[in-house]
C-alpha cells in the first residue's frame, strides 16, 4: 500500500449468521481511496454499503481479508476518523454549541480552545445566532449543518458518512451539498460517502464505486473527471455526464432484480 492511499480494501468478506446459516453479505471486494479524494459508494439496497463504511470505521470487521488505513490494519475503533449517520444523532440536551464540542470534549482539548473551534465552526456554516438553540428548535437542514461540523470539529483526516442527506426534500439536499464540498474543498479530508443517487454520487465525487447485489463484491470503479466547482442544476446536462449516469445506471440496473428478490 502506498503512503497516498488513505484506505483500502484487500478480498474483504462478510459472512453472517442467521437462523443457524450463513449469509454472505460481502465477497472478496477490493478498492482503494486516495488520500483527500471525495469517494462514493453505491449499489443496490441491501447491497453492504453500510456494513463496509462500518468496517472501515472499525465498529465491525470483516470475516475474511483485511481494511487499512493509512497503511495498517484497521483493528478496533477507528479514532482517526469522523462518521456522519444517516440520521443527525444530535443530544437534544445540548445546545448547537454543544452538541459541536462534544468531540473535542472527548479528546480533552483546553476550554478555550474548544469555544474559539466552535465559534469558528458555527460561523463557517452560517449558524452563530443559533449557538444557543437546542435540536427542537432547528429545522432539517440545520440539523444537518450541526451534525457536519460536529464530524469536522475534532479536525478528522477521513470522513465516513452514510446517506447523511436520504431524509431531505430536494431543495435542502441540494444546498447541504454545496455546503459539504465548500467544507471539504477547504480542508481537503478524505471522504467515503454513501448514497443511492446517482445524480449525488456524481456531482460530489472524484471517484464512483459501485456494488453488487449479495454476496458483494466491487463491480465498478469509476474516475468522474468533471471539472470542479460542480452544480447539479448546470452539470446533469453536460453530455459527460449523462454518459457517466447511464453507464452507472447500467451497472446497477442489472443487479436490481435478483436485489429485489432477496
Not at 236 to 259: A, H, M, N, T, V
Request: some cysteine; proline content about 5%.
Amino acid at each position: 500500500m502506498t503512503s497516498m492511499q488513505a484506505i483500502e480494501a484487500r478480498r474483504v468478506s462478510k459472512v453472517y449468521v442467521s437462523e443457524g446459516k450463513p449469509v454472505h453479505a460481502i465477497q472478496n471486494a477490493s478498492f482503494s481511496i486516495a488520500e483527500g479524494s471525495f469517494v462514493s459508494l453505491i449499489g443496490p439496497s441491501g447491497c453492504g454499503k453500510s456494513t463496509l463504511l462500518k468496517m472501515v470505521g472499525g465498529l465491525d470487521s470483516p470475516t475474511a481479508g483485511n481494511i487499512y488505513y493509512s497503511g495498517r490494519v484497521v483493528a478496533g475503533l477507528n479514532r482517526d476518523i469522523g462518521y456522519v449517520p444517516q440520521h443527525d444523532q444530535l443530544l437534544p440536551w445540548r445546545t448547537v454549541a454543544g452538541n459541536v464540542a462534544l468531540g473535542l470534549e472527548f479528546r480533552g482539548i483546553r476550554r478555550a480552545d474548544i469555544e474559539q473551534s466552535v465559534q469558528n465552526l458555527l460561523k463557517l456554516i452560517g449558524l452563530t445566532s443559533f449557538a444557543g438553540h437546542f435540536p427542537s428548535q432547528l429545522s432539517g437542514g440545520m440539523r444537518k449543518r450541526v451534525s457536519l461540523v460536529r464530524a469536522f470539529a475534532y479536525d478528522p483526516r477521513c470522513l465516513l458518512m452514510d446517506e447523511p442527506f436520504g431524509a431531505l426534500d430536494a431543495q435542502t439536499r441540494a444546498v447541504m451539498q454545496r455546503e459539504l464540498l465548500r467544507i471539504w474543498e477547504g480542508n481537503a479530508r478524505t471522504i467515503l460517502f454513501v448514497t443511492h443517487d446517482l445524480e449525488e454520487a456524481i456531482l460530489m465525487s472524484d471517484v464512483v464505486v459501485v456494488m453488487s447485489a449479495p454476496p458483494s463484491t466491487i463491480k465498478l470503479i469509476e474516475q468522474v473527471d468533471l471539472p470542479r466547482p460542480r452544480d447539479l442544476q448546470r452539470d446533469r446536462f453536460k453530455p459527460e455526464f449523462q454518459r457517466l449516469y447511464s453507464k452507472l445506471w447500467s451497472s446497477i440496473e442489472q443487479d436490481l432484480g435478483s436485489s429485489a428478490q432477496r
